[in-house]
């Protein structure tokens, strides 16, 4: 027995039009039991801002699209209504899918439009309650005024910090690999040491992405002013794990 909270979290992701296994990745709710939801649903979602109605909001996608946001977004106006676009590098198109997804997910019943432009993928969709969701946006670059999350937000990405650390590192963070050559009983070898990097411009936003890996113990330091680092072997293994590659 699913609680209602859950069958609306699951209903939300169903109308997103992800197939049903990826729906029930995602909810934890089993395809047979998605299906048999899918068909007797009486209303299709998607109108409805989760802010400023009682409509669902699925934790673990709004995480993950904050984190795209605050590395890689923007809200600006168009026409009367709003409009979210995320730059995603072209090299990368699994994070194409990706935010393509949560954008669907969290407003099920509009366009999402993909636009190229020179290096990258502008993945945007228009709605007027961004601005309820992502309260960050405003006029400039995000460096050149405070980002505050404000307490619901917060209380969101405490119980999900995977999610936004993944939006935060697929959007403005890279994964390397480090080439170091020593000298072993007189013969020269070389090692590979993987680190993750974070770079971002607002102190603000690399605090947060400090707090998100200490929520996870992963272990952090700031290798120079707009960089954070994750260099210890357990640390990257750690964050591979939540986060995943990009690719
Ligand atoms: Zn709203």
């Known amino acids: 027995m699913h609680s209602p909270d859950r069958r609306?979290?699951?209903?939300?992701?169903?109308?997103?039009?992800?197939?049903?296994?990826?729906?029930?990745?995602?909810?934890?709710?089993?395809?047979?039991t998605l299906r048999t939801w899918r068909d007797t649903s009486p209303t299709p979602r998607g109108l409805e801002c989760?802010?400023?109605?009682?409509?669902?909001?699925?934790?673990?996608?709004?995480?993950?699209?904050?984190?795209?946001?605050?590395?890689?977004?923007?809200v600006s106006t168009a026409r009367r209504c709003f409009a979210l676009r995320i730059s995603c590098d072209i090299a990368y198109p699994e994070i194409i899918v990706d935010v393509r997804r949560l954008l669907e997910t969290t407003h099920p019943s509009a366009a999402t439009h993909l636009v190229r432009a020179p290096g990258?993928?502008?993945?945007?969709?228009?709605?007027?309650?961004?601005?309820?969701?992502?309260?960050?946006?405003?006029?400039?670059?995000?460096?050149?005024?405070?980002?505050?999350?404000?307490?619901?937000?917060?209380?969101?990405?405490?119980?999900?910090?995977?999610?936004?650390l993944r939006g935060l590192f697929h959007s403005d963070g890279s994964r390397v690999s480090n080439r170091?050559?020593?000298?072993?009983?007189?013969?020269?070898?070389?090692?590979?040491?993987?680190?993750?990097?974070?770079?971002?411009?607002?102190?603000?936003?690399?605090?947060?992405?400090?707090?998100?890996?200490?929520?996870?113990?992963?272990?952090?330091?700031?290798?120079?002013?707009?960089?954070i680092s994750v260099s210890t072997r357990a640390g990257v293994a750690r964050l591979d794990e939540l986060i995943g590659l990009k690719q």
């Not at 992405?209 to 113990?217: E, F, G, M, N, Q």
């Open 8 to 32: 609306r979290q699951a209903e939300t992701l169903l109308a997103s039009g992800l197939s049903l296994s990826a729906c029930a990745r995602l909810s934890g709710v089993a395809r047979s």
């Open 50 to 74: 989760p802010r400023c109605s009682d409509a669902p909001l699925v934790p673990e996608v709004y995480a993950a699209l904050l984190g795209y946001y605050l590395g890689d977004g923007c």
């Open 120 to 164: 990258c993928v502008v993945v945007q969709k228009a709605w007027k309650h961004w601005p309820c969701l992502l309260p960050q946006h405003g006029p400039g670059p995000k460096h050149s005024r405070p980002i505050v999350l404000e307490d619901w937000q917060r209380t969101i990405l405490e119980s999900h910090p995977a999610p936004f």
């Open 180 to 227: 170091v050559r020593r000298m072993v009983a007189g013969r020269m070898k070389y090692y590979v040491y993987p680190r993750w990097q974070f770079t971002n411009y607002s102190d603000d936003i690399r605090e947060l992405c400090c707090w998100a890996l200490d929520l996870v113990d992963v272990p952090w330091r700031q290798s120079n002013r707009h960089h």
